[in-house]
């Protein structure tokens, strides 16, 4: 684990795994608990489109959906970024190791 003191931020950040990332182009992805059934597949679609094209997506990876695309993600070999909200967690899913 890494710890960034940013200029101008009150708090540090803390960081495991390849800084540079952070300095990529990257496509945030949030997604509400509740969304509608039709965005689904389009969803789906644009991270398969993402992965294959090795695009660094970032998100917290909490609701349902942002779940399934990390799994989509995770197939891939681009950067990914887990923005833990919330803090570090302890453990990660298996399937996040590499």
């Known amino acids: 684990m890494q ?13 495991l795994g390849d800084v540079g990332i952070a300095k990529r182009h990257k496509t945030a992805f949030l997604c509400s608990r509740n969304y509608p059934a039709k965005a689904v597949l389009p969803i789906y679609d644009w991270a398969k489109a993402a992965r ?3 695009e660094c997506v970032m998100s917290g990876f909490h609701s349902r959906l942002e779940r399934d695309v990390l799994d989509i993600l995770l197939k891939g070999d681009q950067p990914i970024i887990l923005a833990a909200a919330r803090g570090l967690p302890k453990r990660y899913p298996s399937r996040c190791k590499r």
């Open 3 to 15: 710890v960034l003191h940013l200029h101008g931020w009150s708090s540090a950040i803390v960081t």
């Open 52 to 54: 294959d094209n090795g």
